[in-house]
């Protein structure tokens, strides 16, 4: 079932050549940094592309210099190949499913064809191995030898993974919070010794360009802020996406911290999305953390909720929509839950985490006598 689905993927790609634009981006940090050429000077591509990450990944992106362009393409598909059937591996585990070789296998065969994945391959993305870094930290054991490390890391490669240092913090476990601040200050500091100079402007500057990344606006952005400047069709919303902003980003901690009490799998998720959704862009690239979600629904028995989740994220609503030029600013009301249906079912998710919560807490109160009898349960059900 894996081989028909690459293979089918692996056909699409030869009919349809991808540029693979983000690869051509990280190839030309890395050779920025092995040439010692300005970090945050360049564009690449047709789509005038600069350099958005800190200066560590570029460091990291140096060996993407050493092949040809065809073989780095080549080996970022088969890669992210792998590393989607390391995510499911790690999600069954996070949900506490047995990872059967052939389940895995199975659920990475279907799982090519979510829409984040799938743009993760065709852009030549890295989120796939952010996701993966950040779920195998969190999902160790408590008190396991350096858990926290592979947090810092992912949030020096890409910010947003700092979320989780705070979700560590709220939730007493100081100590892996420590960890994953020091290892993201030691790969931030070795990204000051390598390149002060693209360090100070990062830092400085660059950081705060958050229109670096790109319109905000566009169809692919599914955050909140891109929700709010399509709703209200307005390219730059303000005040009006940034205080709905904080008290969501404030209000999504404060949920997950209440739901780690009953479930850790929902605090992580509660946390993921709550980063992807204050976040000024979150492409729709950005939500590998889909597969996750599904495997912990699947794994409690939320089939209904389940199937919604995955037809989501297979449906691509938003690449059907008109987006030419600035038609995504000029959508009617009734066509807005087509173009931002990821941020919709992200705002939608506390819900099914109140739920969950009241029936762990009916599960811990004492059944009355005589509860379990045909009589108890004739009565308690009238």
């Known amino acids: 079932m894996l081989a028909v689905s690459l293979a089918a993927f692996a056909a699409l790609c030869l009919l349809q050549p991808t540029p693979m ?13 092995a040439n010692g050429s300005d970090l945050y000077g360049f564009t690449v591509t047709q789509w005038a592309l600069p350099a958005t990450y800190p200066p560590f990944a570029a460091i990291l992106f140096v060996p993407a210099t050493w092949v040809p362009v065809s073989v780095l393409k080549a080996a970022f598909v088969i890669g992210n190949a792998a590393l989607l059937a390391l995510l499911v591996h790690l999600s069954f585990r996070f949900a506490k499913v047995p990872a059967k070789p052939w389940l895995v296998l199975a659920a990475t065969a279907v799982g090519l064809w979510l829409e984040p994945v799938f743009q993760t391959l065709l852009f030549g993305q890295i989120n796939l191995a952010l996701a993966c870094l950040v779920l195998w930290d969190l999902s160790r054991p408590a008190g396991a030898v350096g858990k926290g490390f592979a947090l810092g890391i992912a949030a020096a490669v890409k910010l947003t993974p700092g979320i989780f240092v705070v979700y560590l913090l709220i939730t007493g476990r100081v100590r892996e919070a420590g960890t994953a601040v020091a290892s993201f200050v030691g790969a931030t500091l070795l990204g000051v010794l390598v390149l002060p100079g693209a360090s100070v402007e990062f830092w400085s500057r660059r950081i705060f360009e958050t229109t670096r990344v790109g319109k905000a606006w566009i169809i692919d952005n599914q955050s909140l802020q891109g929700l709010v400047a399509r709703l209200l069709s307005d390219p730059e919303p303000g005040p009006l996406w940034l205080a709905p902003a904080a008290l969501l980003g404030a209000g999504g901690l404060w949920l997950a911290r209440r739901a780690q009490r009953t479930s850790e799998p929902w605090g992580v998720l509660v946390t993921a999305l709550t980063a992807l ?17 599904l495997a912990v629904l699947i794994a409690e028995e939320r089939l209904k909720m389940a199937v919604l989740v995955l037809v989501v994220f297979m449906a691509r609503s938003f690449w059907i929509m008109p987006h030419q030029g600035d038609l995504d600013l000029h959508y009617p009301w009734w066509l807005q839950p087509l173009a931002s249906p990821y941020a919709l079912l992200a705002l939608a998710l506390p819900l099914v985490v109140a739920g969950r919560r009241r029936e762990s807490v009916a599960s811990m109160v004492p059944k009355p006598r005589g509860a379990d009898s045909e009589v108890g349960a004739g009565v308690l059900r009238g």
Do not use: F, M, N, Q
């Open 21 to 33: 634009a983000d690869i051509l981006v990280y190839r030309a940090e890395g050779a920025a940094v």
């Open 277 to 293: 959704l204050v976040s000024p862009i979150s492409w729709s690239h950005h939500w590998v953390w889909c597969v996750p979600l």
